[in-house]
């Protein structure tokens, strides 16, 4: 009887000792889903005070961004312009925007594809602070070439978000993607996320780094460096909201594709003018 | 339970409750307040002081470059084509960086303490969009270097606040004249310009093998008084454009002399300066262009005179007055004694 | 001056920004390090859980080595961090999306865990020692007994309850944990090489074998130091479950490897090309070849012989040295394989290790040593040989 007793004791004792343990365990793990206050998912959406930028409400703009490569003619000022807008770090491996040469030589399937930062147009430029294409195909039979600029795509599900650990990168009201520099830990898991390449490390402030669509010059008004500097109007950017913006109607009046759509990134840069092999 | 299972839980509920106080301690203000960011952190992005600043802000002090640039075709804003000043002279406005950290909305901008570039090197920028390249699209303006400027600099010829030449189409084309009525009018200049058109110890230049477009040309200048000549202008007030181009036939169709009192050490010096020549009048002194001037067969003396009349500003040419300032009087000698002993074909 | 970064030479396509390769030797060493704590970890739940008798004298042991793996595994992430005084900011708005996020709170938890486990094992030691020792010494297990010398029938009662229920806990904590890092490389669509579902499976498994091999070379090692033969049945175990859980992940990988390739989705030819060329030495020859095959045909050998004596100590410890480098060179092709493919699809990096310098292969070794020296000292903290010290718990002793 009093070893039955010990048993259901013993018995009773083993149940709450698990229970207590699984508690432990599971209040750290709860802690993590405990996190965002209820708060925060409504206070994005309801009519919460927006952040404070002089005379900018972002309430009231969609910022969208448009490519078109049949326009663009490899001049590289839109990437000079964006390394000094932005203090960019000045060599061939970082790059918040960046033009692509594709290539097609009589004969061949695939084309040949390089950047700027290929050794050989760094040669032509003379140094990796200056950018320039070097005329490498002038005694090959081109069939077919065309540049592509390339940037962040801003993207309406960006991986890059979803995997960063802090809340240093996100995605604002009005739909730009950018980065808390003082916030950001620098585990380049974003850099890693990302399908397109737009971010990279910056070693002097041992954070990540991308670009933002120049968000200090559009909330005041201005176009993005390299919108602002291309001579040709191959790069497009405007207030989707608004139906009489540029990047309103080149998306109205263009079959406009997205790079890398099975990503399910959904990315917000439109272009016009590549094929199948830009990737 | 037993007393050490007690501590052991009161500890870890302690630890944990520190551990709860610490993260809302430590929760960063704003942090949540729009999403699972710094709240704070958006208006501190958008505080950045923007560089560039677009070419409105250089037209209050460089007004008159500001008229010459907006007519030109680097400012086709209605096909979206604009080389906007920032674009070749480089940001207007500087942003102070304090240590690693950004979001200053402090810098110089041009003119207090921040210097723009002036090109210098007006191939290496020129080119970035104009050299012939696969990939360029048809309709951008391209064009082979090598063939198209030797090693000339771009601004020898082009304005590159408004690139485009103007010489082709200011120039007559269709060439009516008749040369036989061209030969009988000729009369008159031979005092000057020598029988057959050369013209040896003359005050005139020799015409014999002379465009004929620019001959034309040349001849309504002094008419207009855009050339400043009494004898030639009172020439080419009575001559009626018929005139002209009979006259531009017969001259054209000349057969030029070269000028033998040319020094040969000097012409061979000159060839280095003719460098700066060749692209428009040619290595042996036959221009590329029907309106520009031959200079075969000119005398050195007359080479001489009209290079110092553009240095002077006498005669009048944006592109010659160009070239000419970068000419020092022996480079001008031999220059000129380079194209004189140029030979006929 | 330390140069700011390393650019990789290409070959082909690459994006600019790939040129310097984010993820370096430490983010090897990091996945290594957790497999090897979710690898011991699950030998001494052989026991402690199953009851696999013959695990008895490694399965205390075990459990130090899982501890001393587990507290060093944020070394090498905070050496890789840009700003690593900010790693806190994870855990204090930890971004529910983020596996990495996610991950260190996994971590602590399961740190936790292995300590309250290792705290209920050796606490009739800590006890004993609390009561005799005088000095730092004894002050230090004065702390750990919190303050309460109950050594009764009782309270031993309820630790034993405590470790079964921990350990139990313990077995989906470590292989979660592990098969988590897997999905923190599985989960990125970006990179072909490593977005498989797969892979937080291969990444299980190869750390339970990783776990086991190192087991057995330290017990072997810890036999011949401390002059005592090595308990041959004990050793047997470990060494069946070695081949057990090597045949499995082999089957995964060539699973994986398999459908990858046939499969054959945009960027294939890059990586035949790079399976080709880069990838013979250290995944045919070191990984598949030396690490895996090699030790599998041995130990096949021993079992089927029936091998026994010094030449079966020897040979199974040579074996697990091999299988512990095979896994490494594993997570190597993993971690920097991935990063060597270009995202472009039509390009290869190779990456060119530091030696010196914060995230150098120094670094990286001094990492993987830290474990080593940690267990010295906590084998003389807590000796996990002696019976009397520890408490008996097995399964069948728990009931």
Redesign the interface.
Known sequence: MEENELEQQDRRDFLSCLGSALACGAAAVAASALAPPATAATAATAGAKPPAIPGYDWSKHRWGYGVDATKCIGCLRCVEACKKENNVLGDAHHFRTWVERYVYLEGEETARIDSHADPVNIAASGSEGEYRFADRYKDAKVEKAFFVPKLCNHCTHPACVQVCPTGATYKTEDGVVVIDHTYCIGCQYCVQACPYGARYFDERRNVTDKCTWCYHRITKGLQPACVEVCPVGARIFGDLNDKQSPISQFVKNNQVQVLRRESGNAPNVFYVGIDKEVI | MPRHIVRLVLLMVAIGAVGYVAKIFFTADSFYEYGHYRGKSVAEIASDKPKYKGSEYCESCHAERFAEWSKGVHNKSDIGKVVKCEVCHGAAGERDVRGMFEHLATGVDHPNKLKLVVPTDARKLCTLCHEKMPGRPAQQPQIVVASHAGTQQCTVCHNPHSPKLNLVSTAPTPIRGDAARGKAKAAACVGCHGAEGVSVNLPGPSLAGQNAAYFIAALKAYGTGARDNPMMSAFAKGASDDDAQDLAAYFAALKCQSSLTAEKQAAAAGRATASKCIACHGADGVSSNRAWPNLVGHSKDYLVAALRAYKSGSRKGNMMAGIVKTLSDAETENVAAYYAGASCK | MEP??H?SPFTG????????I??TVLIVVYPYLTGLVAGAFTVSSLYQVFGFQRLKPVAHFALLVSLCCMVVVPIP?LL?????E?????????????????F???A??YV??LV?ET?FVF?PHIVRQAQQRTGLLGWYYRIL????Y?L?E??M??DR??IF??AI?GIP?AHGLHGYVGFVFGS????EWWSSDLMPAIFLFSAIISGTALLIVLYVISCKLRKVPVDVPCLKGMAYALWGFMMFTLLLEGVEFASLVYRGREGIDVIMEFVKGPLVVPFFILQFGVGSVLPICVLTFLIWRGTSGNTLVTAVALCAFLVLLAVLMMRWNVVIGG?EIS????GLLSYHPLIFGREGLLAAAMVLVTPLVLLLVMVRLFPPWDEDTTLATSAAGAR
């Open positions: 700011f970064f650019a396509y690459v994006y600019p920004n790939e040129t310097i984010p993820w992430l890789h961090l840009g700003h690593p900010r790693a806190f900011n994870a855990m204090i708005t930890p971004h529910t999306t983020s596996a990495f996020a996610i260190s709170y996994a602590a938890f936790i865990l309250l705290w606490r007994s919190l303050g309460s109950d009764s009782k309270a009662r309820y309850k405590w229920t921990l806990i904590g990125l669509k970006s990179r990063q995202k472009t699809g039509k």
